[in-house]
């Protein structure tokens, strides 16, 4: 009873985000689905491993559903010795998706901003219960965390939903509460590695890594390197205990990212780049944000929103078609296909919004806050921007792909903004509690607060009076686009005015949600010089300014992720609809052979793999050799060779109107195994490559000359008369029986991936070779014989045994610093 009198107002907090999700999200509770485009394509990928799961009642560490094999650990898979999958699983079972995500968004930053206000003196319980509401508000629904959930991301979103609580524990640590802050940082850190999106940590680790260089400082100013010396030790221990408890997904990824699109070139050809090993730059900055773009920050629809089409009847493009005689219902559906945003990035989701509130006390916080703690933020949220930028300022992104490790295995670098958006809110709440405190003077208070509103407000006054003289509301394709409406309309002078209607109706856009930003801003203002002034009771003004916050960001995001995006699950089973070609191969009871989708982005997307196994697919880190086939024989035109030694069994095409899909059946397909007559040796990868442009796969196999010995050149016969096949099939586990008079070399359609995959020859494991820069071979004895090829990677079954250690190490010390904890009775 004393526990829950005690935690009162923290059990009445959750209950009120989980009413605030039931409100946002009533569709998920009424048992409808959310359609995101991410998931759905990983429902695609996972289809051959789900399966086998239900079959087996494990999932298979293989599948060969896309790209002709590739692990299953990249695409779904159990680690039943992490603690954290099950805590994980557990809290998806207590919460739909994607509330379970919110809900971890607000409660972790709930938890950090209880920690961060613990120590001030003048807070009572309520009002740091009403700040930290605030603070959790405020990341959770920033519009970035909600977009993200809407396109499928969930891995991203569920790791940056532990961004507070690991900071929360780094800061235990620093001040001096070193069980605690180890307990909270690993626990915290560890479901951030499970949550699978080492992306997202790698950026939590630079803040972090620039929060340690602020604490050092201070601490060599202030003469207590000790203490943070222990800190820094205790830290190191969470940090171990975390990499060791993630132990088999970490050494996995380690070691299919060496052969990854992440990895290095295996072509000499394609390594000019002394950086190769790691992704092209140009890959790696296709998601760069525009420099002008961080003015979403303060208003979402200053580039357009999303690049999903938004316009209406009543816009200047309707209006200027109307005009031109065309009929109103079709000039309504003319302008919704209208492109409203206008920055650089290819497409986007949604901007980058921090809330109009938020960011006016950010910026007042910079004025008025004296913590150490805000060089911190000033620093993490400047060089976010900075790396963010990519290839629209690449002086300092280039400094970090080049020579920061692991920087250049990540995509998409406009992501690194997690950081500015986790800081934006710390330092609001900051500029509040120093608004707070009795012993700040209330006039210099003031100006800071009229100094603030001058700057924020100011520059949207400025900004909605000419937009034009700052931005100018046409993509770097605008000339294209007018080309091709011309193409379309036949009439250059209508075509350009179409475009100027757009224009004109991305500046409304614009200054529409300018004025909407600045009309928050003043609410803003308001509520802080009523707290500064004494007028209402804190813990009212606290309440009103919540609301606030909350209807700013609510309304922005219900923008991208609303009722609209649910349906129900009849109409989310009907997704994936087979095809008439589908349903005639699905009736071929072969269990291996491969399909070639031409009538979908064969290499970009999933869709075909959810029926068949694919030459195509997606995934964001395929194999690096399949890839380089992908780049030299399937550009431009297919190499037939190629898709013979893939097994390819079936094509499905298209007439030239993208309609009468059609079915052909490859008749020269090599089969799942064969012998060859003839080897070619040659001297490197690049030669390799050249050989497999041109050959026949049943006759011959191209072999590199690393694998000469391990072979009797001087004992290998022809393959005449001899027969291979495939009697079982397991996509971790593939057995075959053969029978040959003479010692020979048999090629298997299977994906080469040294780490892990094992044969065995009537039970004895034997070595195998590569062949065809991408498949398996070996040099078979002569006789009748059982071939077994198994994938046991030490790298998963060896990991998952240091993973339950790690579960356990996690327990114990979780358990010690609670225990310490109440026994001391220690504050945060």
């Not at 003043?522 to 002034?533: D, P, Q, R």
Request: hydrophobic letters at 45%; glycine letters at 6%.
């Amino acid at each position: 009873m004393n526990w829950f009198k005690r935690n009162g107002i923290h059990i009445a907090i959750i209950l009120f985000f989980v009413a605030l999700c039931f409100v946002y999200f009533m569709p998920a509770f009424q048992g409808k689905l959310l359609v995101q485009h991410d998931v759905s394509q990983a429902q695609a990928m996972q289809k051959e491993i789900m399966a086998f799961k239900e079959k087996d009642g494990k999932a298979p560490l293989w599948t060969n559903a896309m790209f002709g094999g590739m692990p299953a650990y990249q695409i779904w898979t159990t680690y039943p010795k992490n603690i954290t999958t099950y805590i994980l699983s557990g809290f998806k079972t207590l919460f739909p998706n994607p509330v379970d995500t919110i809900m971890l968004y607000l409660l972790g930053a709930y938890f950090f901003f209880n920690v961060l206000l613990s120590r001030i003196k003048n807070l009572n319980k309520v009002t740091i219960a009403l700040l930290s509401t605030i603070g959790a508000i405020a990341f959770a629904f920033s519009s970035y965390n909600f977009i993200i959930i809407e396109a499928g991301h969930s891995n991203k979103a569920m790791v940056i939903s532990f961004f507070a609580p690991i900071l929360a524990g780094v800061l235990l640590a620093f001040r001096g509460n070193y069980w605690l802050g180890t307990g909270i940082t690993a626990l915290a850190l560890s479901l951030a590695i499970r949550a699978n999106h080492i992306q997202m940590t790698y950026y939590l680790a630079i803040a972090l890594l620039l929060l340690v260089i602020v604490e050092l400082y201070c601490a060599y100013k202030n003469k207590t390197l000790p203490s943070f010396g222990k800190a820094i030790g205790f830290l190191s221990i969470a940090v171990l205990i975390s990499v060791t408890v993630n132990a088999s997904m970490l050494w996995t990824t380690y070691e299919y990212g060496q052969l990854s699109i992440r990895g290095k070139s295996n072509l000499k050809s394609e390594s000019t780049d002394p950086n190769s090993n790691g992704l092209d730059k140009e890959y790696a900055y296709q998601w760069s944000q525009g420099v002008g773009e961080i003015i979403t920050f303060l208003i979402p629809n200053a580039y357009g929103g999303a690049s999903t089409p938004s316009l209406t009847g009543d816009s200047h493009v309707a209006k200027s078609l109307i005009s031109k005689g065309i009929d109103a219902n079709q000039a309504a559906g003319f302008a919704q296909q209208m492109p409203t945003y206008w920055g650089p990035k290819p497409f986007t989701s949604g901007p980058w919004y921090f809330g109009a509130i938020v960011f006016f006390l950010f910026v007042f916080g910079l004025f008025i806050v004296k913590s150490k703690l805000k060089w911190w933020l000033i620093a993490a949220t400047v060089l976010s921007l900075l790396l963010s930028f990519g290839k629209h300022f690449d002086l300092i992104s280039n400094l970090f792909f080049d020579y920061f490790p692991l920087y250049n295995k990540f995509r998409a670098v406009e992501s690194i903004l997690v950081i500015a958006s986790l800081c934006f809110p710390i330092l609001a709440i900051m500029a509040i509690v120093e608004a707070l405190k009795p012993q700040n003077d209330k006039q210099w208070l003031l100006s800071k607060l009229k100094l603030s509103g001058y700057i924020v407000g100011g520059i949207l006054v400025l900004l909605w009076i000419v937009p034009s003289l700052f931005f100018s509301f046409r993509a770097e394709n605008h000339q294209d686009f007018i080309t091709q409406l011309n193409q379309v309309t036949g009439d250059s002078g209508f075509a350009n005015s179409i475009a100027q209607a757009l224009i004109e109706d991305r500046t409304a856009m614009f200054k529409a949600d300018t004025l909407r930003s600045l009309g928050f801003v003043i609410c803003g203002f308001a509520m802080i010089w009523l707290l500064i002034s004494r007028k209402l009771s804190i813990n009212i003004v606290l309440t009103v300014l919540c609301i606030f916050i909350l209807a700013d960001l609510w309304t922005v995001d219900k923008r991208y992720l609303n009722d609209e995006k649910f349906v129900s699950k009849s109409v989310m089973s009907q997704q994936w609809q087979a095809r008439e070609v589908d349903d005639f191969i699905l009736r071929d009871k072969d269990p291996d052979f491969r399909v070639l989708d031409l009538t979908i982005p064969t290499f970009s997307s999933a869709n075909a793999t959810y029926f068949h196994k694919t030459v195509g697919g997606y995934h964001a880190a395929k194999l690096k050799r399949f890839q380089e086939v992908i780049e030299k024989q399937f550009s431009g035109s297919l190499n037939q060779d190629v898709l013979d030694m893939l097994n390819t069994k079936y094509f499905i095409t298209s007439g030239q109107d993208g309609q009468n899909v059609s079915m052909k059946i490859n008749q020269t397909a090599c089969g799942h195994a064969w012998f060859v007559d003839n080897v070619q040796f040659v001297k490197n990868n690049d030669e390799e490559m050249v050989a497999i442009s041109s050959f026949d796969p049943k006759k011959e196999a191209i072999i590199n000359d690393e694998f000469k010995k391990d072979l009797d050149l001087n004992h290998i016969g022809t393959s005449s008369g001899g027969k291979i096949d495939l009697v079982d099939y397991h996509p971790d586990n593939l057995k075959y029986e053969y029978s040959i008079g003479k010692k020979a070399i048999a090629v298997f359609s299977e994906i080469w991936y040294p780490k892990g995959w094992k044969m065995f020859i009537d039970g004895e494991e034997q070595p195998y070779i590569r062949a065809n820069y991408i498949l398996r071979a070996a040099e078979l004895p002569a006789g009748n014989h059982i071939i077994e090829w198994k994938f046991q990677p030490k790298s998963y079954f060896f990991g998952e045994n240091i993973s339950l250690i790690g579960s356990v190490l996690l327990s114990l010390v979780l358990a010690f610093a609670i225990f310490r904890q109440k026994s001391q009775g220690q504050k945060a």
